[in-house]
């Protein structure tokens, strides 16, 4: 199981860190991905972090502003927003898996319940 936490409210060019944490197996080969879902909007990809060496792929709107991370000892991973946007408002979603793709969503075997990030103007 997935368990993301960390959303809430912040003014533009504030910041978040999202958690992500892992209960009931431990990540080796995983891929831990970071998706957000806008209002009215599919779900995108915002990044993903190899569990194994911690090599990181970013989607453009991420670039620059967002990093991820995970600790291999309490099996959780992070989502560091910075410069947020008012236009970063979205619910996240943490998800992992072995993802030929990892900018698809549905190659992801494990989903976290999702957090609401809100950013005011």
């Known amino acids: 199981q997935l368990q993301a936490s960390g959303g809430g409210s912040v003014q533009t060019g504030g910041s978040l860190r999202l958690s992500c944490a892992v209960s009931?197996?431990?990540?080796?080969?995983?891929?831990m991905g970071w998706f957000r879902q806008l209002p009215g909007k599919d779900r995108e990809f915002v990044l993903s972090i190899s569990w194994s060496d911690g090599s990181l792929y970013y989607a453009d709107s991420a670039k620059g502003r967002f990093a991820a991370a995970r600790d291999i000892a309490k099996n959780t991973g992070y989502l560091q927003m910075n410069r947020l946007k008012p236009e970063d408002t979205a619910v996240y979603f943490c998800a992992a898996g072995w993802p030929e793709n990892v900018r698809v969503d549905t190659a992801y075997e494990y989903w976290g319940q999702g957090t609401l990030v809100t950013v005011s103007s």
């Open positions: 009931g197996r431990t990540f080796s080969s995983e891929v």
